[in-house]
């Protein structure tokens, strides 16, 4: 293990948390194993049952607090994101707790309304009547990445909550202290604290989740964890969500604005240093505009100021984990053994996991670079002779996440986008649309099953329950016994008469 590596073994069972951009210490956590997974399971069911009962206006009412407490340590927990994390602290503050605060704000405003019964008009059965209702599900699971450590878990920890589910959070290895320190926030906040638990660890912590009596898994990672998880979850019969790894297209038409485009995919590609299910991760660019479109963006990416994360006016702080650095490394080094121009950046600097912002042109869709998740701050160029060569690689993929457009046609930007196989498509900007809690987050293909955010993603942390009762009572309903040849001869008539 590198010095610098900021997940370690401490003694038997600890995980050592340092910061990424500097080696500093900032805190160990326990190995959780099976039975105290288990236990936390049961501590926040008993909660659970107590918090279901409460209307879902209360549950905003006490939620809403929470996200008071969240603002008054903002300045604190921007910080120890950062120093986690890497990323710089304008970050933090904008894609973490901004989005997170919103998201608090938008489904204690909208949960009433959207998880109210529903009622469904029956177009045959006339004499009777449907309505939805919505049952929270229990304990929720959910196992998050280290990539948004706050944004992510807590996030889904809300939606959870204000549903009436209690839940149990297993963070990544290599963030633990963001998530503790939002348990400490929420116990401050006077929410139920057995309602929300805590459980750190590894891989096998959250495999033990899975396997601890939860009701529901959300799971945020790579595809090849959610793979496993899926497994489980389908071995165990627990519904679960999964939102896994991205490879996200840019297509680039002839007439964008390149000037707007350039600062738009350098955003993309390198905001959070790249390290985002989302970011831009192979750009196709129409060859009409594809030398001036290179050189504006080696230009922008020039211009980012690297260093500390904690220190004002940086742009690109430091990646997050070692071997994420060693994946990006790779990539580079395949890409340009395969004959990529390697026009910025490409290497490490600082003493810790700084990575310079790095831009590859005449990159071709056979390379490792294009084909397989970057997850760093890489962005690959590759010239493409027209529209549809673009929207055909594009959907060369088996990950489906995220796609962006860029031109200045807004309907022929929408009929491009309906055609890429991506579960969301954002044209002329990146990124932003996560900040957007009304919108589903999701995947297609291998970048995941379900949907978090969204009217659907709340109702999802729910059992939906079809009650269906008589509208008009009648004596006895046609259908019933005894048959008889008049039942069968009106049926018919009425069969030939209906559906003909
Ligand atoms: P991983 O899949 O490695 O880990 C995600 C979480 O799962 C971590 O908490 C991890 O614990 C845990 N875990 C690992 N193995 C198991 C197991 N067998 N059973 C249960 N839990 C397990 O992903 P990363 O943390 O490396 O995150 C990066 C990936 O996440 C990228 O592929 C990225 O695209 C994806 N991602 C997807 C998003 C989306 O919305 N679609 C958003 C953000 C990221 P530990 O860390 O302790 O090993």
């Known amino acids: 293990m590198g010095a610098l590596e900021q997940v370690e073994t401490g003694k038997q069972g600890l995980i050592i948390s340092r910061n990424p951009a500097t080696g500093e210490v900032l805190g160990e956590v326990?190995?959780?194993?099976?039975?105290?997974?288990?236990?936390?399971?049961?501590?926040?069911?008993?909660?659970?049952?107590?918090?279901?009962?409460?209307?879902?206006?209360?549950?905003?009412?006490?939620?809403?607090?929470?996200?008071?407490?969240?603002?008054?340590h903002s300045e604190e927990l921007c910080s120890l994101i950062a120093k986690e994390s890497g990323k710089t602290r304008a970050e933090a503050l904008t894609m973490e707790l901004v989005t997170t605060c919103d998201l608090?704000?938008?489904?204690?405003?909208?949960?009433?309304?959207?998880?109210?019964?529903?009622?469904?008009?029956?177009?045959?059965?006339?004499?009777?009547?449907?309505?939805?209702?919505?049952?929270?599900?229990?304990?929720?699971?959910?196992?998050?990445p280290w990539n948004f450590p706050f944004a992510i878990p807590i996030g889904e920890t809300v939606m959870a909550l204000i549903a009436?589910?209690?839940?149990?959070?297993?963070?990544?290895?290599?963030?633990?202290?963001?998530?503790?320190?939002?348990?400490?926030?929420?116990?401050?906040?006077?929410?139920?604290?057995?309602?929300?638990?805590?459980?750190t660890g590894r891989g096998s912590t959250g495999a033990a989740l899975v396997d601890a009596g939860i009701d529901y898994c959300n799971f945020t990672g790579s595809t090849a964890t959610g793979r496993k998880i899926g497994a489980a979850c389908g071995e165990r019969l627990i519904p679960c969500m999964l939102e896994l790894?991205?490879?996200?297209?840019?297509?680039?038409?002839?007439?964008?604005?390149?000037?707007?485009?350039?600062?738009?995919?350098?955003?993309?590609?390198?905001?959070?240093?790249?390290?985002?299910?989302?970011?831009?991760?192979r750009v196709y660019v129409h060859s009409a505009i594809y030398d001036e479109l290179c050189e504006k963006i080696i230009a922008e990416t020039s211009k980012l100021r690297q260093g500390d994360p904690c220190s004002d006016g940086v742009d690109a702080g430091s990646m997050t984990w070692e071997h994420q650095v060693e994946i990006v490394e790779a990539r580079i080094k395949n890409a340009v053994d395969a004959g990529a121009q390697l026009r910025s950046g490409g290497k490490r600097?600082?003493?810790?996991?700084?990575?310079?912002?790095?831009?590859?042109?005449?990159?071709?869709?056979?390379?490792?670079?294009?084909?397989?998740?970057?997850?760093?701050?890489?962005?690959?160029?590759?010239?493409?002779?027209?529209?549809?060569?673009?929207?055909?690689?594009?959907?060369?993929?088996?990950?489906?996440?995220?796609?962006?457009?860029?031109t200045d046609d807004r309907k022929k930007g929408q009929r491009i986008a309906e055609r890429i196989e991506a579960g969301m498509v954002m044209i002329n900007d990146c990124l932003i649309v996560y900040g957007a809690p009304e919108t589903p987050w999701q995947g297609i293909k291998q970048?995941?099953?379900?949907?978090?955010?969204?009217?659907?993603?709340?109702?999802?942390?729910?059992?939906?329950?079809?009650?269906?009762?008589?509208?008009?009572?009648?004596?006895?309903?046609?259908?019933?016994?005894?048959?008889?040849?008049a039942l069968y001869r009106q049926t018919s008539t009425l069969l030939k008469w209906i559906f003909r």
């Not at 938008?106 to 009622?119: G, N």
């Not at 209690?166 to 290599?174: A, D, M, R, T, Y």
């Not at 071709?364 to 529209?387: C, H, N, Q, T, Y």
């Open 349 to 406: 600097y600082g003493q810790g996991l700084g990575f310079e912002p790095t831009v590859l042109t005449d990159c071709r869709s056979d390379m490792e670079v294009m084909k397989k998740e970057i997850f760093g701050p890489v962005l690959p160029l590759m010239k493409v002779a027209d529209e549809e060569e673009a929207i055909a690689l594009a959907n060369d993929s088996n990950l489906g996440l995220m796609a962006y457009v860029f």
């Open 447 to 485: 970048s995941g099953i379900g949907r978090t955010h969204s009217d659907d993603g709340l109702r999802d942390l729910c059992q939906s329950r079809h009650v269906n009762y008589d509208r008009i009572a009648l004596k006895r309903e046609l259908w019933w016994y005894p048959y008889s040849d």
């Open 104 to 144: 608090i704000t938008y489904f204690c405003k909208r949960a009433p309304e959207v998880l109210k019964p529903h009622s469904i008009s029956l177009h045959l059965l006339k004499n009777r009547s449907s309505y939805i209702h919505y049952v929270p599900r229990g304990i929720v699971g959910v196992i998050s």
């Open 245 to 281: 790894g991205g490879k996200a297209p840019a297509i680039v038409c002839a007439d964008a604005d390149v000037d707007r485009t350039a600062r738009a995919l350098v955003w993309g590609g390198f905001a959070n240093q790249g390290q985002v299910c989302a970011s831009v991760e």
């Open 164 to 199: 009436g589910n209690g839940v149990v959070l297993k963070p990544s290895e290599v963030t633990p202290m963001v998530a503790l320190k939002a348990k400490q926030l929420y116990d401050e906040s006077g929410m139920p604290p057995e309602l929300f638990q805590v459980v």
């Open 30 to 72: 326990r190995e959780m194993d099976a039975p105290e997974v288990r236990a936390a399971v049961e501590r926040a069911r008993g909660a659970q049952k107590v918090w279901a009962t409460r209307s879902v206006k209360e549950r905003a009412c006490s939620l809403r607090r929470f996200r008071a407490v969240l603002v008054k």
